[in-house]
């Protein structure tokens, strides 16, 4: 088995547009993976996620902020998931329409 890879230093901030079926492939995906992460999802969706989102096997922070209706919501939700998080780095995973 291969050593893990670990990223301590690193949030990863998942910004969620509806889609259910996507968020359920990436919440697969990463759950195959063989990290130690801590993920901050942002969700703007029509619907909350969280049910899905409860199924990732790290470290999260899940944070849903109504629906993104417009650029200006879209970028507020940005900016508080990123008051959020307390890393030194930070990786972006956009997922929209």
Do not use: P
């Amino acid at each position: 088995m291969h050593q893990k890879i670990k990223f301590l230093q690193t949030n990863f901030l998942i910004l969620v547009k509806d889609q259910e079926f996507f968020s359920k492939k990436l919440v697969n995906h990463l759950n195959e993976q063989n990290i130690e992460a801590e993920f901050i999802i942002a969700d703007g969706s029509k619907k909350k996620q969280n049910k899905i989102f409860n199924k990732l096997k790290f470290r999260k922070k899940y944070y849903y902020f109504g629906e993104d209706k417009n650029l200006q919501i879209f970028f507020k939700k940005i900016l508080s998931a990123l008051k959020n998080q307390k890393k030194n780095l930070l990786f972006f995973v956009i997922k929209m329409i």
